[in-house]
């Protein structure tokens, strides 16, 4: 498989980890979609009476002491077990809202650290935690932070400028956004329903997961194995709409025109989508309408929010490891929630596991402001 | 890599102007201007109003910059970036929203304000406004010199994601966050583009030099821009 282009580095995945609402572990995670398990489940954290939905994806066992945030727990969760990393490794953080629960608490008056409310304390932890000297940062793309964080992560690889990148996505379930949704009514009322005909809104959920970059020098160095590479990028905006995406998709596929034409691919030599697929009725009518305008036949699609919620922040990286998962597997996951698919999408969204065959999987994220993040995943490669 | 910085806008306590307006440029502390939209826009803005002290001041900035580049007009969409530098973004308008979802169980939670609880909604009102269809994003800017929207932007021209973007730094005094009074607090943007051998600017090595001198803060690269706009008769 050709890799990196004409003078430019290939871009491995050398690791990868994911918390979800289905469980701590990407096989945990893998299986639980492959099985068609949701984790939306009732909302405990805070009173939802007043709210028309009563789901999201929370991570158990994350109740913290008073004085910190929920993303510590989160961040201790989803490194658990890994395998020291190169300290001179950049490290790119990516959150929306980050310790949004200790905003809240200030708010209430109650007593509150507040050392996870600016984007770079998280990064500091972060680094701390993990041992890492290297520069360090926090992407705030709204929904598509992590994805435009791996984008900018495997440029920085691609051109040479570094040997690995850690990113790392995550954010939390928290009253702050789940009335904020709730009040632009984008919250569905029953579980999410992505790519179904009578889809009503999305469901929020909680995560983090971590995907670890590195060039091929660095692999052998480290003595890791390849689980899959990035081979293409794009992002680009609408102009259109602060929380509303393009009717027409234009943003997006000008980010997956700028994918394809840094991987030096076509749009049929894609073999399956992990579409953002929030199940807000006009975000998954957009991505529809995007893929129309690039692909002759739509080639098998999923989405995973119906099983973890929407994590925000976080979903790029949760998205991108299902994608390699699905890479490696030559299947991709039930979109858990579909019972009858949008029109657009019949014949490549489903219910049930759906086989496919190929080198490459797109996969798509886009937020507030009308950003749009594009990522082409490729199989893993013997080093 | 070579490039040209065709303008810059600012909106601080001591003023708003862009690289062709001859207004003098401050990056000071103390209270902003008040700020309208029609001090950017002749039409005006329907939902500036809306914004909180972080979206006005930067969407003010950003348009101030594409003026000062020539660039504030346009008929077809352009795919120009979007990036900004910032520490407590719109931190303050975070505490405002939650304020009308912590009473009443969520009932009189404002959509208005939420719809700015990003940092990034600033950029998507300026990428609407100007139809600025390139990359978009935030950086938690650290930067002693309030450079870490301009470097990342300038990661965006080398790695080929755009060959145009306007970047640079916003950060407003915060409720809940006390900073120093003196610590400076507005907004400043410069549109940066690739450009051929013979520029003068350039980026090498994580380093941005103008004719072979290190830029290494947002006021030392308005100056020069300002310097250069001057000696080449645009003021």
């Not at chain 2, 979007?82 to 405002?96: F, I, M, S, Y």
Request: aromatic share 6%; with cysteine.
């Amino acid at each position: 498989m050709e890799t990196g282009g004409p003078g430019l580095s290939a871009v491995h995945v050398a690791d990868a980890n994911a918390v979800t609402a289905l469980g701590w572990g990407t096989d945990t995670l893998w299986e639980a979609l492959l099985a068609g398990q949701s984790g939306l489940t009732p909302v405990q954290r805070f009173a939802t009476d007043n709210y028309p939905c009563h789901l999201a994806g929370c991570v158990a066992s994350l109740d913290p002491e008073p004085q910190t945030s929920r993303l510590d727990g989160l961040m201790e969760m989803v490194f658990d077990g890994i395998e020291p990393i190169p300290p001179e490794t950049t490290l790119l953080t990516a959150t929306t809202k980050g310790g949004i629960d200790q905003i809240e608490r200030v708010v209430r008056g109650q007593e509150t650290g507040r050392d996870r409310i600016l984007g770079h304390t998280i990064a500091d932890a972060m680094a701390t935690r993990l041992g890492l000297k290297g520069p360090r940062n926090n992407i705030n793309a709204a929904c598509a932070s992590a994805a435009v964080a791996l984008a900018l992560g495997a440029a920085h690889i691609q051109h040479g400028l570094v040997d690995s990148v850690l990113v790392c996505g995550l954010d939390l379930v928290s009253e702050f956004t789940f009335s904020g949704f709730a009040a632009l009514k984008a919250l569905s009322p029953e579980v999410c329903r992505p790519f179904d005909v009578a889809r009503e809104g999305l469901v929020l959920g909680e995560g983090a997961a971590y995907v670890l970059l590195m060039s091929e020098k660095a692999l052998r160095r480290t003595k890791r194995t390849s689980l899959g590479q990035l081979v293409g990028w794009g992002i680009a905006s609408d102009a259109h709409h602060v929380t509303a995406p393009s009717r027409t998709g234009e943003g997006l596929v000008l980010a997956i025109r700028q994918a394809l034409a840094g991987a030096a691919l076509m749009a049929a030599d894609l073999a399956a989508i992990n579409a953002h697929g929030t199940g807000s009725i006009y975000n998954d009518a957009m991505e529809l309408a995007a893929f129309g305008q690039l692909f002759d036949r739509l080639p098998p699609l999923h989405s995973v929010k119906g099983a973890t919620g929407h994590t925000m922040g976080a979903c790029g990286t949760i998205e991108t490891i299902v994608g390699l998962c699905s890479l490696r597997h030559q299947c991709l996951p039930p979109t858990a929630g579909l019972r009858v698919p949008e029109y657009k999408a019949k014949n490549c969204v489903a219910a049930e596991a759906q086989p496919f065959s190929g080198e490459y999987l797109l996969m798509t994220n886009s937020g507030f402001g009308g950003i749009n993040a594009a990522l082409i995943l490729g199989r893993e490669a013997s080093i | 890599m070579k490039l040209e910085i065709a303008g810059a806008g600012w909106v601080t306590p001591a003023g708003i102007g862009h690289s062709r307006s001859g207004a003098p440029f401050v990056l000071g502390s103390g209270a902003l201007p008040r700020l309208r939209s029609k001090l950017f826009l002749d039409a005006g803005h329907p939902r500036y109003g809306r914004f909180d002290l972080y979206a006005k001041a930067g969407f003010g900035a950003i348009a101030m910059a594409l003026r000062g580049a020539g660039l504030e007009r346009w008929e077809c969409k352009r795919p120009i970036g979007l990036v900004v530098g910032t520490q407590r973004g719109c931190l303050d308008n975070d505490v405002a929203y939650f304020r009308t979802a912590a009473t009443d169980g969520g009932a009189l939670a404002s959509p208005n304000l939420f719809a700015y609880t990003l940092p990034t909604s600033m950029l998507g009102e300026a990428s609407i406004q100007f139809g600025l269809t390139g990359p978009g994003f935030v950086v938690d800017d650290t930067h002693v010199g309030r450079m870490g929207g301009i470097h990342a932007a300038l990661d965006l021209l080398r790695f080929g994601l755009c060959s145009t973007t306007v970047a640079g730094w916003c950060d407003v005094h915060s409720e809940i966050f006390s900073v120093d009074p003196g610590e400076p607090c507005g907004a400043v943007f410069a549109v940066l583009s690739r450009a051929g051998e013979r520029a003068v600017w350039q980026w090498e090595e994580e380093r941005l030099t103008h004719e072979g001198q290190s830029v290494d803060s947002i006021e030392r690269l308005v100056r020069v821009v300002l310097e250069n706009a001057e000696a080449d008769g645009r003021v």
